[in-house]
């Protein structure tokens, strides 16, 4: 938790900043002051990619939306959040043909490789940094355990994709997934449910007692991921992106 109003922060310095929260703020000059705290920072650390998240509630707000358009930023995703309690969840054993390595046990190489496929034709808005960059933002975001967070999902030997449970920073037992996806070939043939599931369950294992979950609008298959594996919809929220010098707008 960082800034003069409890707003949530995830830093991946020096390739990302995201305010995922905004916080309690009294009005517009209160968004103001936040902005220019985060631009300051983003300047001091020389952070390529700064993003500001707002709530269904705040991306109505014109005065808002006025003041991020005045520092260039622009609509770049709406991404719905789900929630589930993992207290409710017990064990779920029919993933045999399933094996999770982390990093510790596979290499740094393998997971970056098995990583960028699994981005490819994402339905997701697309990353704005290498995988290197992605990797090393990754590691400042999770903290000093990332290799135990870092899986490579294998299916008999064969990787088919990635799942990056932790507990998220500045909490004690929030879930999250970093990253969870597959392959292209390794897409739509039921996988993604029970990959889901035991990433669950992983998260219970390391203490994690609910679970936050995101996945942009028009990626329904992980909708429907999160609806089987009983994860609930409670918040639909508009990311913010500011301009590079190197962006152009179609």
Request: proline letters at 3%.
């Given at each position: 938790m960082l800034y003069s109003f409890d707003s949530k922060v995830i830093n991946g310095?020096?390739?990302?900043?995201?305010?995922?929260?905004?916080?309690?703020?009294k009005g517009t000059e209160d968004f103001k002051t936040l902005l220019a705290e985060t631009m300051k920072t983003v300047s001091n650390e020389n952070i390529k990619s700064v993003s500001v998240v707002l709530n269904q509630q705040e991306s109505l707000n014109s005065?808002?939306?006025?003041?991020?358009?005045?520092?260039?930023?622009?609509?770049?995703?709406?991404?719905?959040?789900?929630?589930?309690?993992?207290?409710?969840i017990h064990d779920f054993n029919d993933h045999s043909s399933f094996t999770l390595k982390s990093l510790e046990h596979t290499s740094e190489g393998l997971f970056k490789e098995v990583w960028q496929k699994s981005m490819a034709l994402s339905l997701n808005a697309p990353s704005q940094t290498t995988i290197d960059q992605e990797f090393e933002g990754m590691k400042s975001?999770?903290?000093?355990?990332?290799?135990?967070s870092c899986l490579i999902v294998f299916k008999e030997n064969d990787p088919i994709g990635v799942t990056m449970p932790h507990i998220e920073q500045g909490t004690v037992d929030e879930g999250r997934l970093f990253y969870f996806g597959f392959i292209p070939e390794y897409r739509g043939k039921g996988h993604g449910s029970l990959i889901h599931r035991q990433s669950l369950e992983y998260l219970k294992?390391?203490?994690?007692?609910?679970?936050?979950?995101?996945t942009g609008q028009k990626?329904?298959?992980?909708?429907?991921?999160?609806?089987?594996?009983?994860?609930?919809?409670?918040?639909?929220?508009?990311t913010y992106r500011r301009l590079n010098k190197s962006d152009s707008i179609m």
């Open positions: 310095s020096p390739y990302y900043l995201i305010i995922e929260e905004i916080g309690d703020l005065s808002y939306i006025k003041y991020l358009k005045d520092l260039k930023f622009v609509q770049h995703e709406v991404q719905y959040f789900y929630h589930l309690d993992l207290t409710s975001e999770i903290g000093d355990h990332y290799a135990k294992q390391i203490g994690a007692k609910h679970y936050i979950g995101a990626n329904l298959p992980m909708q429907k991921i999160f609806n089987t594996n009983n994860c609930h919809l409670f918040d639909k929220r508009v």
